[in-house]
């Protein structure tokens, strides 16, 4: 399999888990509070790897003790960390609570991550020689949009998680072959009320998006039209955190490995259902053959 390059936000996270989110002004108390590795990079690497992809993470962290414990978890599952940078800034935080239906409320802290200005040489040549490129918006788009030229202009398949939504630039938005937003950004996207047509609107500058649904899957679009639904996999969610991240390192891993945009969206939908199932953003996301076994099981 050729190499993933994820260009892209480390963070540590707390997640506390409560029966219910509080109104304004509101205590309430918590059930559990643990600690995890997370981020959109670093969850999207982990995503990637555990399905065989061989991965490198381009990322800002502190010369903190949380930055040691986010490279102890690369290493764990056979993440590149050469392109993990220590800086002079606290490592990313991400606060996080889940409730009793496993929706969740998350405050970022962009720590070392907002330093990630701008690409080293290394991380330039790492996007460049890859068959896939990962990036999202936790990281500032100056740093973004040049790792999605690197890989542009390197060959690679360009895919870009528009979160958190914000004005992405035409320039940068140009270099992206594949766009993967959830239905919530895919309308604030378009500036279109319905996600489906929102998609198709994304899709008229020649790229494909790839627009998640929750419990309604997903859909290709290209061209301006909507080209395949994938369905979503039935699942009782225990915490939704990082489900997007299982879908798009899934997807990344499964075009990388030369697969269909469909069949790898089909895998990905199966690795987002796992990865609901189960608690923590990166601890959550499945292996190969959990993702095998499922996908077998769907066959008729």
Do not use: W
């Not at 319905?194 to 198709?200: F, N, S, V, Y």
């Not at 061209?223 to 899934?250: C, K, M, W």
């Amino acid at each position: 399999m050729k190499r993933v390059c994820v260009v892209g936000s480390a963070n540590v996270d707390t997640v506390v888990r409560v029966d219910r989110h509080p109104n304004g002004g509101e205590t309430v108390v918590a059930n559990d509070r643990t600690r995890h590795a997370g981020g959109k990079g670093l969850n999207q690497a982990v995503a990637a790897a555990r399905l065989g992809a061989d991965v490198a993470l381009r990322a800002r962290i502190g010369d903190d003790p949380d930055g040691a414990f986010l490279r102890a978890v690369l290493i764990t599952d056979s993440i590149d960390p050469s392109g993990v940078v220590a800086v002079d800034a606290q490592t990313g935080t991400a606060d996080i609570a889940v409730d009793a239906a496993g929706e969740n409320t998350i405050i970022v802290y962009p720590g070392a991550n907002g330093s990630f200005t701008e690409l080293t040489g290394d991380d330039e040549r790492a996007a460049a020689h890859a068959a896939v490129v990962l990036l999202q918006g936790e990281i500032p788009l100056t740093a973004v949009a040049a790792a999605a030229r690197a890989g542009h202009d390197g060959g690679a398949t360009v895919i870009l998680t528009p979160a958190p939504v914000q004005p992405f630039p035409a320039s940068l938005l140009d270099l992206v072959d594949v766009l993967v937003p959830n239905e919530h950004e895919a309308v604030q996207l378009a500036g279109v009320d319905d996600p489906l047509g929102a998609a198709c609107a994304l899709s008229s500058a020649g790229r494909t998006v790839v627009v998640t649904l929750g419990a309604s899957g997903s859909a290709i679009a290209r061209g301006g039209a909507i080209t395949s639904r994938i369905a979503a996999i039935p699942t009782r969610p225990v915490d939704t955190t990082g489900a997007g991240d299982a879908f798009v390192g899934a997807l990344g891993a499964m075009l990388a490995l030369g697969l269909s945009i469909e069949q790898a969206a089909e895998t990905a939908s199966v690795a987002a259902a796992l990865s609901v199932s189960r608690a923590g953003a990166s601890e959550s996301m499945p292996r190969l053959d959990e993702v095998n076994a499922l996908l077998a099981a769907r066959q008729p």
